[in-house]
């Protein structure tokens, strides 16, 4: 089966700093972007940071400078290490596949996403 | 960056009836070179992680029943639930992935009448 296990959350002082893990299986992980998205409690869902297969990043205002995304091929994993963590930050972050429409191989919308990690930051 | 706004906030439908939600994106997120809309549709119910109903506007995911359909280009959208079932009862939220930084609207909540 294809799955996203996220893990690394947890609770962390302003100022703190965390990293974030993201195991992949049942996929090629090299063929695919992948992805950043959190969600604050009874809030929308934001995009926070892409890696490209080929190790190109991408950042949102909101946490460029901050946090750092990168991915371990060899390890099928995904990381996110978050620096400088305000209360702003606090989430559940999902690690999300980027899709490839299998009948042109165009990237598409993120279309597998795991269960998420919670992100606490709180003095 | 653009902009994704949805309407309504939330939805009451009878069972059986239509549900109809807008998105609206500040800038067109349609492709000149492939002719398509980088705009994808996500159902998102509590304690679980949103899932792909529909991409490239108008296109279903493997799986998603085809009581749900979407339509629309450019910048203004609809996903429709054709016929509202008791399990379609979610946050509905439209997204862009034209270009970074990729955004999202804000959600419609549907519930039942």
């Known amino acids: 089966d294809v799955q996203l296990v996220e893990s690394g959350g947890g609770l962390v002082q302003p100022g703190g700093s965390l990293r974030l893990s993201c195991a992949a299986s049942?996929?090629?992980?090299?063929?695919?972007?992948m992805h950043w998205v959190r969600q604050g409690k009874g809030k929308g869902l934001e995009w926070v940071s892409a890696i490209g297969a080929a190790g190109d990043t991408f950042y949102s205002g909101s946490v460029k400078g901050r946090f750092t995304i990168s991915r371990e091929n060899a390890r099928n994993s995904l990381y996110l290490q978050m620096n400088s963590l305000s209360a702003g930050d606090t989430a559940v972050y999902y690690c999300a596949r980027q899709g490839v429409d299998p009948r042109d191989g165009q990237f598409n919308a993120m279309d597998v996403w795991g269960l998420g990690t919670t992100v606490i930051v709180s003095s | 960056d653009i902009v994704m706004t949805q309407s309504p906030d939330s939805l009451a439908v009878s069972l059986g009836e239509r549900a109809t939600i807008n998105c609206r994106s500040s800038?067109?997120?349609?492709?000149?070179?492939?002719?398509?809309?980088?705009l994808g549709w996500y159902q998102q119910k509590p304690g679980q992680p949103p899932k792909l109903l529909i991409y490239?506007?108008?296109t279903r995911e493997s799986g998603v029943p085809d009581r749900f359909s979407g339509s629309g280009s450019g910048t203004d959208f609809t996903l429709t639930i054709s016929s509202l079932q008791a399990e379609d009862v979610a946050v509905y939220y439209c997204?862009?992935?034209?270009?970074?930084?990729?955004?999202f609207g804000g959600g419609t909540k549907v519930e039942i009448k």
């Open positions: 490239w506007a108008s």
């Open positions: 800038q067109s997120v349609l492709f000149s070179s492939n002719n398509k809309n980088y």
């Open positions: 997204h862009q992935y034209y270009s970074t930084p990729l955004t």
């Open positions: 049942g996929f090629t992980f090299t063929s695919h972007d």
